[in-house]
């Protein structure tokens, strides 16, 4: 399984970016989808979740009405729409694949993307 992740870059304060990230493998549509971020000297931490039905996603407070996570399973990729960026949204973007579905904890997820870099200008 691989997950390439892209779409990264330097946008300003008030920005959009929209991350994608495709899968490897042919069950993609069995998992749950997730995006993480890490900022410098920070633990990584959960951004949305998206369950394998896209009947469900959730997302870390700081994001919600900003941030859209969306999946195609026909392109087996997931997708993050970020708008309205801040720049404490700056950080390595990770995404990820969770064989327990939607989840909004780290453990739960066993394949990781390599992140890719968003960072927001003030």
């Known amino acids: 399984v691989q997950l390439q992740a892209s779409g990264g870059g330097l946008v300003q304060a008030g920005g959009s970016l929209r991350l994608s990230c495709a899968a490897s493998?042919?069950?993609?549509?069995?998992?749950?989808m997730g995006w993480f971020r890490q900022a410098p000297g920070k633990e990584r931490e959960f951004v949305a979740g998206?369950?394998?039905?896209?009947?469900?996603?959730r997302y870390a407070d700081s994001v919600k009405g900003r941030f859209t996570i969306s999946r195609d399973a026909a392109k087996n990729t997931v997708y993050l729409q970020m708008d309205n960026l801040k720049p404490e949204d700056t950080a390595v973007y990770y995404c990820?694949?969770?064989?327990?579905?939607?989840?909004?904890?780290?453990?739960?997820?066993?394949?990781w993307g390599q992140g890719t870099q968003v960072t927001v200008s003030s």
């Open positions: 998206i369950s394998s039905s896209i009947r469900s996603t």
């Open positions: 493998g042919r069950t993609f549509s069995s998992y749950g």
């Open positions: 990820a694949r969770s064989p327990l579905g939607l989840s909004t904890v780290r453990n739960a997820y066993n394949y």
